[in-house]
């Protein structure tokens, strides 16, 4: 057997993201290292790893914010690697980013309304708003400017808004950082809807807890390469794991 093909018998599974030797150098520093990723179609993928393993800059390598210094991303069948951000966007691709991206004066319905026009109009569009709002349970504040909301309402309000334009990939960085363990909690229960309508998630998230409570599988990063990858109960199990996390345990994550 040669080393492209699957030691599984899921053989026939449709990737809807693989990237091939990704790799981003930033002078000196490689940030994503000879990466070799596959995430197949309606998976929620887990990727997590010590503070500065390469998660951020590796999602940034999938929308186009950064461009690889070699390798190449596929997405739905396709290379995409000299793609611009708008354009992986068109053919199905949402990011929702670690900084806050709200309209702060604008309404959490019109939040909403921006993203969901660029694809819906009238009543479709509204039918939308309404969907949205109802998956994120903000139906009924509505009219509350999204700069007044709760760290935890604007960060589903955001999540809502990346799920506007009916992603294919959903791409997660990080969405319950700040969070109460009850937002942590309820935000692992949102996720997990929005794999029923449909999308791939793949989401960078430091709170275990919430990677057991939602991930299919994980795939663990470190110093930019992918360290290992399996089920929950695997890489928890996993004393190397425990073992690049523990290095880093003074900065008190993971
Ligand atoms: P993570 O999200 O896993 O914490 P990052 O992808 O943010 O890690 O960073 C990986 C490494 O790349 C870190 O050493 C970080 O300092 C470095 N890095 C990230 N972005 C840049 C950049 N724009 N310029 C230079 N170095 C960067
Ligand atoms: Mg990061």
Redesign the pocket.
Known sequence: MTSREQPTSETDERLILETDGLTKR??G?T?VDDVDFELPEGELRCLI?P????????LKLVTGAHSPTSGTVRFDGEDITGLEPHDRVRRGMSLKFQQISTYQALTVEQNLRVPTQRIRSGQEATDRVEELLDIIGLSDRRTERAGSLAHGDQQWLEIAMAMATDPKLLLLDEPTAGMTVEETQETGELIQDLVDEGVTILV?EHDINLVRQIADRVTV?HQ?RIFTEGTVEEITADEDVKRIYLGKAAEGSA
Request: no cysteine.
């Open positions: 930033f002078g520093l940030a790893g503070n500065g393993a390469g998660k951020s800059t590796f960078v990063l930019g």
